[in-house]
C-alpha cells in the first residue's frame, strides 16, 4: 500500500497506516507473549473505525461520530472482550449454557487464570488478578486513562 494515493490527495499512507492496517512488523512488532493481545486491540480500533465510517457514509443526517466517542467504543468492545475471557477461566460454559452437553462438542473453551492472566494482565496495566481465590480482575483500562498513569 506504500505508494498510493488517497483519493486524490498527494499524501502516502504512512508507516503508522501499514502497522495499525495491514500489520506490518518490518515496522514494529509486539513480543511474542503480546501478539495475541496486538492482535485483539489492533482488530477492535479498526472495526470499530470503520463502523464509525459506514454511520456517518449511511447516515449523514446523524450527529457526528466524536473521536471520543470511537474511543469509547473501542475501550467497550475490549472490556468485553475481556471479561468474556475472564469467564472463560472462572466459569465452566459448557455446564452453564443451559443446553445439553452433547450439543456443545469440540475443543474445550476453558482457559486457566495463568493464560488469561498471560493475556490480559501483562505488567497490570490493562487489568490485574490478585492471588485470592475468588477475586474478580481489576481493570485499569477506562474511558478518563486509557493506560494507567505514571506513578
Not at 490527495?9 to 495491514?22: E, M, S, T, V
Not at 466459569?91 to 450439543?103: E, K
Request: hydrophobic content about 40%; charged content about 25%; glycine content about 6%.
Amino acid at each position: 500500500m506504500r505508494g498510493h494515493r488517497l483519493r486524490g490527495k498527494h499524501k502516502r499512507h504512512g508507516p503508522r497506516a501499514d502497522l495499525l492496517l495491514a500489520d506490518d512488523t518490518r515496522i514494529w512488532g509486539p513480543p511474542r507473549q503480546l501478539r495475541q493481545l496486538w492482535d485483539r486491540l489492533r482488530l477492535a480500533t479498526i472495526c470499530q473505525l470503520w463502523a464509525a465510517y459506514q454511520r456517518g457514509r449511511h447516515q449523514p443526517d446523524a450527529a457526528a461520530i466524536t473521536p471520543g466517542a470511537v474511543a469509547a467504543r473501542i475501550l467497550s468492545s475490549c472490556k468485553k472482550a475481556l471479561l468474556a475471557d475472564w469467564r472463560l477461566a472462572t466459569v465452566n460454559v459448557r455446564q452453564t449454557a443451559g443446553v445439553l452437553s452433547d450439543w456443545l462438542r469440540g475443543r474445550d473453551p476453558m482457559i486457566t487464570r495463568e493464560q488469561f492472566a498471560a493475556r490480559w494482565c501483562h505488567r497490570a496495566v490493562l487489568c490485574a488478578l490478585e492471588e485470592l481465590p475468588g477475586a474478580q480482575p481489576v481493570i485499569h483500562w477506562s474511558a478518563q486513562h486509557p493506560v494507567p498513569l505514571p506513578a
